[in-house]
């Protein structure tokens, strides 16, 4: 079952128009992946899907609902959870804060209780730095905590912005094990915009490749991997 299912999707900036008639679908329980040059419209598509842009045309449909238009605390109260490009952690409260942020939606204080245990078992870090600012973080750790902070939410769905940015590349790979591991044990559904097309064609199972605000290309990463004009675009190889 397709738990994510986007229709013709069209946003814009006034007249700069981002996306132009986007269509994807991504079932339950697995990892997308959308890359793309600079300015292709990755970002727009994600704030689209997460309610912060309303769209001009198409559908977003999540689960068993339409989702177009609606506001963004309603989209994350139905399970589906933007990770901002650039972390945008709260820097003058301490991680554990900006943890308990991730939930305000829920009620169901134990289960927040529980989960704020499990996030701290998959970034330890979290746990030893919990009293600190999250501004004294270093940008690995931001990330690590906006990552944190959008599984409070208890989320069926992940939108992951370029989790890699400005991270070494032994730093990303630590990341991109744990979202790995968050998709497997949880069985959290993953779409994921990245700069490193390596690394994401690696770990997700389905890739679409944006231009110009339109998908060229889409198919199994497996299958993406082995394309030569891929290879040469994006993975640098010939
Ligand atoms: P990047 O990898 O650089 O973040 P992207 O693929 O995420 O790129 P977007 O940030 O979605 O691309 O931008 C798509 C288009 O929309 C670009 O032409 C960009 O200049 C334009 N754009 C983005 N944000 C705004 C804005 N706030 N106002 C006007 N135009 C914008």
Same mark, same amino acid.
């Given at each position: 079952?397709?738990l994510?299912e986007? +229709?013709?999707l069209?946003s +814009?900036?006034?007249?700069?128009?981002?996306? @132009?008639? /986007?269509? !994807?679908?991504?079932?339950? #329980?697995r =990892?997308a992946?959308?890359?793309?040059?600079n #300015?292709a419209?990755?970002?727009?598509?994600?704030k689209?899907? $997460?309610?912060? *842009?309303? &769209?001009?045309?198409?559908s977003?449909r999540? #689960?068993?609902?339409?989702?177009?238009?609606?506001?963004?605390? %309603?989209?994350?109260?139905?399970?589906l /959870?933007?990770?901002?490009?650039?972390?945008?952690v709260?820097?003058?409260?301490?991680? @554990?804060?900006n943890?308990?942020?991730g939930?305000y939606? @829920?009620?169901?204080?134990?289960?927040?209780? @529980?989960?704020?245990?499990?996030?701290?078992?998959?970034?330890?870090?979290?746990?030893e730095?919990?009293?600190?600012?999250?501004?004294?973080? $270093?940008?690995?750790q931001?990330?690590? !905590? +906006?990552?944190?902070?959008?599984?409070?939410?208890? &989320?069926?769905? *992940?939108?992951?912005?370029? &989790?890699?940015?400005?991270l $070494? &590349?032994?730093?990303?790979q630590? *990341?991109?094990?744990?979202?790995?591991?968050?998709?497997?044990?949880?069985?959290?559904?993953?779409? =994921?915009?990245?700069?490193?097309? %390596?690394?994401?064609?690696?770990?997700?199972?389905?890739?679409? =490749?944006?231009?110009?605000?339109? =998908? /060229?290309?889409?198919?199994?990463? +497996?299958?993406?991997?082995?394309r030569?004009?891929?290879?040469?675009f994006? !993975? #640098?190889l010939?």
């Open positions: 079952m397709n994510l986007v +229709a013709n069209e +814009a900036y006034g007249p700069v128009k981002a996306v @132009r008639g /986007v269509s !994807l679908a991504v079932p339950e #329980g =990892i992946t959308v890359l793309g040059p #300015g419209g990755k970002t727009t598509l994600l689209t899907l $997460s309610g912060i *842009i309303d &769209p001009k045309r198409g977003v999540f #689960g068993e609902q339409d989702i177009t238009g609606r506001d963004p605390s %309603h989209i994350v109260r139905m399970g /959870v933007q990770v901002p490009e650039g972390r945008e709260f820097p003058l409260l301490s991680v @554990r804060d943890l308990l942020m939930a939606t @829920r009620t169901d204080r134990d289960g927040v209780a @529980r989960d704020l245990e499990v996030v701290q078992g998959y970034f330890p870090i979290l746990r730095r919990a009293t600190q600012d999250a501004g004294l973080l $270093s940008g690995g931001q990330q690590m !905590l +906006a990552i944190a902070r959008a599984l409070m939410a208890a &989320p069926k769905m *992940i939108l992951l912005d370029e &989790p890699s940015l400005g $070494s &590349p032994k730093l990303t630590e *990341i991109f094990d744990i979202v790995l591991r968050i998709n497997r044990e949880r069985g959290t559904t993953l779409l =994921i915009v990245e700069q490193n097309a %390596h690394l994401a064609l690696g770990v997700a199972d389905l890739g679409f =490749i944006l231009e110009n605000g339109r =998908i /060229v290309v889409e198919g199994a990463c +497996a299958v993406l991997r082995e030569a004009d891929i290879q040469e994006y !993975l #640098g010939q």
